[in-house]
């Protein structure tokens, strides 16, 4: 029986409290599992290659996903939509829209990945999942809000058009998501506006050809001692963080975020750093 997530249960309980759970953390060329993440069981950034396999194996259904962030169209982080769709839409049709929201040209990718996995499928499959597609021009300030969530899109820099990610949930929660790019002011403005920052973090030292690197991270965090930056799209020659505001995050990591940051009362979520199994501890809620 899928689990019904901990935000969901912790909400129910009067508490305002925004999941952030790692699907993925890796890079093309790694262990990891590609860079994916679910906020709340219900907003997924990005369907990489597996990363409908990996939600059902940690218990995670993608039935339950309502809105779906695109960063870009490498296949590291769409290939999945097309499972996306068939999830939601095989032997079932929705009881409202889902909401896809991604850069321009995000519906004419979709019937293209369609006709090329499946053809003829997608005529069928389009009024079982009743998306709504949302493509963000940054030029002109692309936002979406709805289902408890404020959206706003950033330009970033990399090999195709790529956008990272302001989300802010009701209780004031700001998580910001940079997606794969280089450093670019676009990074330094959701560094700025978020109290917690995923980041692309694909090299061990300086970024190139398109990504950062861990010691562009750890510059980002120097400058913002109060902010917790989470790293993800990892290398595995990435070593584990030096600074203590700069966690390194393992594949299935769930963290909770409030309106002030990272709510954790386990120092070892902090320090940078992996015990000994290669596990972090799971963060534990400092208010309960």
Request: hydrophobic share 35%; net charge negative; with cysteine.
């Amino acid at each position: 029986m899928p689990l019904k997530p901990r935000a969901a249960r912790l909400r129910g309980k009067g508490l305002n409290l925004m999941q952030l759970h790692f699907i993925g953390t890796g890079s093309i060329l790694s262990d990891r599992l590609s860079s994916s993440a679910l906020i709340d069981g219900k907003l997924l950034i990005d369907t990489p290659n597996g990363s409908m396999k990996a939600m059902r194996r940690t218990g995670l259904d993608p039935k339950q996903v309502d809105i779906c962030l695109i960063t870009h169209f490498h296949a590291d982080h769409f290939a999945d939509i097309i499972f996306l769709f068939l999830e939601q839409g095989i032997g079932r049709t929705r009881d409202s829209d889902l909401i896809l929201v991604g850069p321009t040209g995000f519906a004419d990718h979709v019937e293209q990945l369609f006709e090329l996995s499946y053809p003829g499928s997608w005529a069928s499959t389009r009024p079982h999942v009743r998306p709504q597609f949302v493509e963000l021009d940054t030029e002109h300030g692309g936002q979406w809000s709805g289902s408890g969530y404020h959206v706003r899109a950033y330009p970033m820099q990399h090999a195709v058009p790529t956008l990272g990610y302001s989300i802010v949930d009701e209780a004031g929660a700001r998580l910001g998501y940079t997606g794969d790019t280089s450093h670019c002011p676009s990074v330094d403005t959701l560094a700025d506006e978020s109290s917690v920052l995923v980041c692309d973090t694909t090299f061990p030292q300086q970024g190139r050809i398109g990504h950062m690197g861990l010691a562009e991270i750890e510059e980002l965090a120097g400058r913002r001692p109060g902010k917790h930056f989470l790293t993800t799209h990892l290398s595995d020659d990435v070593p584990a963080p030096s600074r203590p505001n700069v966690i390194r995050p393992d594949d299935g990591q769930t963290f909770t975020i409030n309106a002030h940051g990272l709510v954790v009362s386990d120092k070892s979520v902090g320090d940078g750093k992996e015990r000994g199994d290669g596990q972090h501890k799971k963060p534990v809620l400092g208010i309960l």
